[in-house]
Structures are given as structure tokens and as C-alpha cells.
């Protein structure tokens, strides 16, 4: 079975501190994600990587930057938290796209709070 | 540009009822159409994946239909348990050189013992 770890679930950060999410996935998976979901918005991708040192924004990205420097691990830096920024973060790993399309799977989320 | 509904919000049915949630999308010309279920507080686990070709998929006591031409998608499940009780969603890909998804919002399922 696929496992995408993200390895905080809880994290608590002040405004203005720079914040590391970290997700590693142990399918040698090309494609990594992350999104964001808030209740009444659904999910957003914010930044997604086809390969190492390669990375694409999504649909929010602004405010997010993203590190990709070994294939099986995949990192969301907020540069300066904001409170708006409070959400459920969700990393997300897949084949590429070649072939019959590979399906999503997800870590169990890291909920981050900012005040 | 895509959009996915998924109708109602929230279902609350009695443990042992088959039930049908649904997804809708506006832009037939997707790659496939996957659904997710996703317990409270945790990440999204793929259920059924249905390629844009097929017309269903099956997995266990769930059923996933897909008919591109309504934009419509249905996922079955037969003989419902308390366990069965999350939020599910739907998600498509628009085409095969895409690596965006579009999700709907889901629907709320709880399973009444």
C-alpha cells in the first residue's frame, strides 16, 4: 500500500514565523501535491512537483513557496505565516501521467493553526 | 472551467439501506473521475477511480458509475454500515496531460445504527 506521511498532524505557529510542512511517500511516486481545504472552499491545490528540483502552482499559490529536492520527499514553506493561512493541509502523491491515470493518495493531513 | 457539485450535503440514512450519492461536472471532456472518502480530521482515501472509456468500477459493496455525456457520476453502496459514515467525494481530471483535479465539496454521509 501507497503511505504518504506527513509529519506533523497538530502544529500551532504565530504570526510572521516561517513554517516547514513536510510529506515523504515510500511509492517512488513522480507526482506530488498540496492542498489546502477549508470548510465551504473544498480543496485547493496550491503546488504540485512532476519530478525532483520541479515544481508548478496550482490555483493559490501566492504567499507558498515549495521544495523538492529528493524524489520521495515534498515541502510546503510558508514564508511568513498569516492568519488566513490557518487550514488543513493535505499532501498527495501519484504516478505520471502516462497510462490509465493513477490515483491520488493522500497523507492524513497536518492541521495548522496560525494566530 | 470545471465545476463539480455533489448534491446533497449531508445524507443521514438507517445502517442496512443501499444508497446513491452524486456527482455532477459541467465539462464532459474529462480523463477519469475519481472518488474519495474522507474520515473527520484525516487526509482523503481513494475509493473507485473510473476511466473516461468505462463506463463503471466496482469495489466490494461500492459502485461507481460514470456517464460523461450528462456529466454525471454515481457511487453506490449496498447494504450501508455504521462504519460507512464519512464524507465522500468526487474529483475528475480534466484531460491526459493535466495534473490538476477538480474537486467537489462532498457529501456527508452518516449511517444510522
Known amino acids: 500500500d501507497v503511505k504518504v506521511t506527513q509529519s506533523s498532524r497538530y502544529l500551532v505557529k504565530r504570526t510572521g514565523e516561517k513554517v516547514f510542512l513536510e510529506c515523504v511517500q515510500d511509492?517512488?511516486?513522480?507526482?506530488m501535491f498540496w492542498y489546502r481545504q477549508d470548510p465551504g472552499l473544498g480543496l485547493r491545490l496550491i503546488y504540485f512537483s512532476y519530478d525532483v528540483k520541479m515544481k508548478e502552482k496550482g490555483d493559490i499559490p501566492e504567499g507558498y513557496s515549495v521544495s523538492r529536492e529528493k524524489k520521495e520527499r515534498f515541502s510546503l514553506i510558508l514564508e511568513s505565516a498569516s492568519t488566513n493561512q490557518t487550514s488543513m493541509y493535505l499532501c498527495a502523491s501519484s504516478l505520471p501521467l502516462t497510462g490509465l491515470g493513477s490515483p491520488l493518495h493522500f497523507g492524513n493531513g497536518t492541521r495548522l493553526t496560525v494566530t | 472551467k470545471q465545476e463539480v457539485t455533489q448534491i446533497p450535503a449531508a445524507l443521514s440514512v438507517p445502517e442496512g439501506e443501499n444508497l446513491v450519492l452524486n456527482c455532477s461536472f459541467t465539462d464532459s471532456a474529462i480523463y477519469n473521475l475519481q472518488w474519495f472518502r474522507q474520515d473527520p480530521g484525516k487526509g482523503l482515501t481513494s475509493l473507485l477511480l473510473i476511466q473516461s472509456s468505462q463506463r463503471e468500477q466496482t469495489s466490494g459493496r461500492l459502485n461507481a458509475s460514470l456517464d460523461k455525456s450528462s456529466g454525471r457520476s454515481t457511487l453506490y453502496i449496498a447494504a450501508s454500515q455504521p462504519g460507512d459514515s464519512a464524507t465522500y467525494l468526487c474529483?475528475?481530471?480534466?484531460?491526459?496531460?493535466?495534473?490538476?483535479?477538480?474537486f467537489g465539496k462532498g457529501t456527508k454521509l452518516s449511517v444510522i445504527p
Open positions: 511509492m517512488d511516486h513522480e507526482n
Open positions: 474529483a475528475v481530471k480534466p484531460g491526459a496531460g493535466s495534473y490538476q483535479l477538480t
